[in-house]
């Protein structure tokens, strides 16, 4: 069983540190995930973040330089070594916003793991259908990997479409109205609104995803804030 988390932790300095440490040193090792894939780690963390996964045998980081350009970006930590890490800005952005790829071998099989952290607010819909249609032509093009695990941020409204792609959303596989939303508004932000902005998607000719379920959706022991704006997702995944 191969377990991916996607998490957006938050850039905000409200308890930064506190709420990093809790979900570094508590929800990831409840969890162990092989894959995590981070939005919104800012330059200033990266530090403590690999510190502290190192101690749970995640050996494997992408390159983190790029986001000392940007207010934060994403990361990708693994326990299997990476291949071929990528980082590309979309040429549409006008927010930071990019992708990172890497490749891992499970069971002798190699994966291309993406993340990514859309243009955000509703305004720029238009702005998320291009770099969604990015993504698309990214992974169409890559003739030697047969499996791919999407993930990240996406910002979505109801109202908005995938491209006509093949790739599976896991909460409209195997999800349900518990595990539906992934941003609420009223942890932080004083309004009601929710989304389920944060999505794993996949596609393989071995690939499937067995169970989905949400991290971080309490507040922290002896606390009154959540670790994050945002639920971490984490997927279980077969691959024969």
Not at 128 to 150: A, E, F, G, M, P
Request: proline share 3%; hydrophobic share 35%; with cysteine.
């Amino acid at each position: 069983m191969l377990k991916i988390l996607t998490y957006n932790i938050m850039y905000n300095d409200i308890l930064l540190l506190e709420r990093f440490k809790y979900i570094m040193e508590k929800i990831i090792p409840e969890q162990e995930p092989d894959v995590i894939l981070f939005q919104e780690v800012i330059f200033e963390s990266i530090d403590l973040i690999k510190n502290t996964l190192k101690k749970y045998g995640y050996n494997y980081f992408t390159d983190d330089s790029y986001n000392q350009l940007r207010l934060y970006g994403e990361l990708i930590v693994s326990k299997f070594p990476i291949k071929n890490p990528t980082f590309i800005f979309y040429q549409n952005t006008i927010m930071g916003r990019g992708i990172n790829t890497v490749e891992n071998n499970y069971k002798n099989k190699n994966i291309l793991l993406l993340t990514t952290h859309l243009e955000s607010l509703p305004k720029y819909k238009f702005a998320r259908q291009k770099q969604l249609n990015y993504i698309y032509n990214l992974i169409r093009n890559q003739d030697n990997i047969h499996n791919v695990i999407l993930t990240g941020d996406m910002n979505m409204l109801d109202n908005e479409q995938y491209p006509d792609w093949d790739l599976i959303d896991v909460w409209e596989k195997i999800g349900n109205i518990h595990n539906k939303y992934t941003y609420y508004g009223n942890r932080f932000w004083g309004n009601e609104y929710k989304n389920r902005y944060d999505r794993i998607l996949y596609k393989g000719e071995n690939i499937s995803c067995t169970n989905i379920e949400l991290v971080g959706d309490a507040k922290m022991v002896n606390s009154d804030i959540y670790p994050s704006d945002h639920n971490g997702i984490i997927a279980s995944f077969i691959i024969s």
